[in-house]
T-cell receptor
Framework: SQQGEEDPQALSIQEGENATMNCSYKTSINNLQWYRQNSGRGLVHLILIRSNEREKHSGRLRVTLDTSKKSSSLLITASRAADTASYFCATVLFGNEKLTFGTGTRLTIIP | NAGVTQTPKFQVLKTGQSMTLQCAQDMNHEYMSWYRQDPGMGLRLIHYSVGAGITDQGEVPNGYNVSRSTTEDFPLRLLSAAPSQTSVYFC?????????????FGPGTRLTVT
C-alpha cells in the first residue's frame, strides 16, 4: 500500500495563482521529499524536509511538514505554464533504506 | 556528467521473453534503485542497492532480478515477461548523503508486453 497520498489528484489554476498540494502519510518518517514529473519524463527532486523541520523554502516553492497530523503541503507561488506537471511526495522511514512514493497530483496551469 | 542513463527507451516483448533493462550513472552514487510506474499508482520500488555487490527487494520484486557488480551499473532483468509487467520503468541513483535518499532519475524505459 502507498505510504503517501496526495490531495487533490488533479488541480487546474490560472497562471499567476498559487497552487497548493497536500500529502498525508501513515507512519513516522525520517524525511519527506517532493518531486516533479513532466509528461513522459523522469522525476526531478524539488525539495526535502526532515522530520525535525516544519517549513522549507526553495525559490517559489514552500513546503510545510506537520508530523502530528502526518501531513505535508507543497505551495507553488505565482504559478507559470512551465509548472504544469505531476507532483509526487515520497517518504523515508527511520531505519529504512527505501523511498516510498505517493500517487501524485496532476497540476495544470492555464495560460 | 550524463547523470542516470537508461536503455532502451522503448521495448515491446512477447509473453515469455526475457530481457535486460540497462541503467548506468556517472555520479559515483552508492545507492541505486528501480521503480515501475503504472497509471494511478505512483512509483513502486522493485529492487534497490546500497552499494556494489549488495541488492535488496523492494515492494514489487517478483519477476525481476538485479545485480550490482560495479558502482556505475544496475541492470534489471525480466526473467519471463508477462503482460502485467507492461509499465514505465525508472532507474534512480542517490548520493546517500546523510541517508536522505534524495534520488536522481533516469528518463525511463517504456515496456509493453503482448
Amino acid at each position: 500500500s502507498q505510504q503517501g497520498e496526495e490531495d487533490p489528484q488533479a488541480l487546474s489554476i490560472q497562471e499567476g495563482e498559487n497552487a497548493t498540494m497536500n500529502c498525508s502519510y501513515k507512519t513516522s518518517i525520517n524525511n519527506l521529499q517532493w518531486y516533479r514529473q513532466n509528461s513522459g519524463r523522469g522525476l526531478v527532486h524539488l525539495i526535502l524536509i526532515r522530520s525535525n523541520e516544519r517549513e522549507k523554502h526553495s525559490g517559489r516553492l514552500r513546503v510545510t511538514l506537520d508530523t502530528s497530523k502526518k501531513s505535508s503541503s507543497l505551495l507553488i507561488t505565482a504559478s507559470r505554464a512551465a509548472d504544469t506537471a505531476s507532483y509526487f511526495c515520497a517518504t523515508v522511514l527511520f531505519g529504512n533504506e527505501k523511498l516510498t512514493f505517493g500517487t501524485g497530483t496532476r497540476l495544470t496551469i492555464i495560460p | 556528467n550524463a547523470g542516470v542513463t537508461q536503455t532502451p527507451k522503448f521495448q515491446v516483448l512477447k509473453t515469455g521473453q526475457s530481457m535486460t533493462l540497462q541503467c548506468a550513472q556517472d555520479m559515483n552514487h552508492e545507492y541505486m534503485s528501480w521503480y515501475r510506474q503504472d497509471p494511478g499508482m505512483g512509483l513502486r520500488l522493485i529492487h534497490y542497492s546500497v552499494g556494489a555487490g549488495i541488492t535488496d527487494q523492494g515492494e514489487v520484486p517478483n519477476g525481476y532480478n538485479v545485480s550490482r557488480s560495479t558502482t556505475e551499473d544496475f541492470p534489471l532483468r525480466l526473467l519471463s515477461a508477462a503482460p502485467s509487467q507492461t509499465s514505465v520503468y525508472f532507474c534512480a541513483s542517490s548520493p546517500d548523503r546523510a541517508k536522505s535518499y534524495e534520488q536522481y532519475f533516469g528518463p525511463g524505459t517504456r515496456l509493453t508486453v503482448t
